[in-house]
C-alpha cells in the first residue's frame, strides 16, 4: 500500500462517523464514477505479462470476455468495415474495446468520452488516433446531432446513477445517425437470475455500485427516440452478468 493510499485509508476511517469519505479522483460529481488506478492497473497486468485488456478481462469477468461481446456486438449489429466510419465511445477506460473495434472496422474517426485523467494519458499514449472529447460525465455535447454510425459504452451505464445513465441513452440517440447502431450493456432486470441474485446477497458491499435497468421500460424508452431493438446477449460481470442491447435508430 503506497504512503498516500494508506493516508487515505487513516482519514477515510476517521471520517465515517461523519458519513463523508475521500475517494481517487478529480471532481465530486456523484454522476462520475471512479475507476482502477490506471499505473497500478497497468503494473499489474505488466506482472501478470497480460495485455491490460486482457488483465481486466480476467480480473473484473473472465477471459475473452472483451472479445466476445465486441464480437456479438459485430454479429447483432451487422457491424462492417463499409458501414462504420465514425464512431464514438463513453468510458473507454482502458480502450480494452476500443481496440477491438478499431482493428475490427478501422473507422477513419473515433472519438471518446472518458472522464479519469490517468487513463485519457494512457489512451493517448497507446491510441494516438483517438479524438478526446471533454467529458463532462453527463452530455455528449461536442458531438453533433446525427453525427456518428456507432456509438457504444460498456460496463458504464450500470455503474454509474441510473439518472445519468437516462441522461447518456438520450445522448445516445441523438448522436447516431439514421441507420446507424448503439451499443451498451446495463444491468437490466433480466440479468437477476438465481445465481446473480444469491452472489448479490452473498456479497451486498461489493455490489452497492451497480443499479438495475427495467427492460421493457428502458425499451420503450429508447424506441420513443427511434431506437429499435435488434438483438442482445447475456456477457459476463464482475459478480453477475449484464446484458449487451444492440439497437439501430430508424
Ligand atoms: C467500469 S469502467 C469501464 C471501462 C471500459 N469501458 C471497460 O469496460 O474496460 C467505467 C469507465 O467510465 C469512466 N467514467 C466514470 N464515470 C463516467 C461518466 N459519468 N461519464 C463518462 N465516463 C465515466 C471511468 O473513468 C471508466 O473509464
Not at 437477476?192 to 443499479?211: F, G
Request: charged share 20%; glycine share 8%.
Amino acid at each position: 500500500m503506497s504512503v498516500r493510499h494508506s493516508m487515505q485509508v487513516g482519514v477515510n476511517r476517521a471520517l465515517r462517523p461523519t458519513g463523508f469519505q475521500l475517494i481517487r479522483g478529480y471532481t465530486t460529481d456523484p454522476a462520475i464514477s471512479p475507476f482502477l488506478p490506471a499505473r497500478s492497473t497497468i503494473r499489474q497486468a505488466g506482472k501478470a505479462g497480460k495485455t491490460v485488456g486482457d488483465f481486466l478481462d480476467s480480473y473484473s469477468a473472465e477471459p475473452g470476455a472483451t472479445a466476445g461481446t465486441v464480437d456479438a456486438m459485430l454479429e447483432i449489429g451487422h457491424l462492417t468495415p463499409d458501414t462504420v466510419d465514425r464512431v464514438c465511445e463513453i468510458g473507454p477506460g482502458s480502450g480494452r474495446y476500443t481496440t477491438q473495434i478499431l482493428s475490427a472496422l478501422q473507422p477513419s474517426y473515433y472519438e471518446v468520452y472518458e472522464t479519469a485523467k490517468d487513463w485519457i494519458r494512457y489512451l493517448q499514449d497507446t491510441l494516438p488516433t483517438l479524438t478526446f472529447q471533454p467529458a463532462d460525465g453527463h452530455t455528449l455535447a461536442s458531438t453533433p446531432s446525427a453525427s456518428v454510425d456507432l456509438v457504444h459504452t460498456h460496463k458504464l451505464l450500470g455503474y454509474i446513477p441510473f439518472v445519468t445513465a437516462l441522461g447518456y441513452l438520450d445522448e445516445i440517440a441523438r448522436v447516431v445517425r439514421r441507420g446507424g447502431t448503439a451499443a451498451f450493456d446495463l444491468i437490466t432486470d433480466d440479468c437477476l437470475d438465481d445465481s446473480t441474485t444469491k452472489v448479490w446477497l452473498t456479497e451486498p458491499h461489493r455490489m452497492t455500485i451497480y443499479s438495475v435497468a427495467p427492460r421493457a421500460w428502458l425499451t420503450d424508452f429508447l424506441a420513443q427516440r427511434n431506437l429499435e431493438l435488434v438483438g442482445s446477449r447475456f456477457v459476463p460481470l464482475s459478480g453477475g452478468r449484464t446484458e449487451l442491447l444492440v439497437f439501430r435508430r430508424t
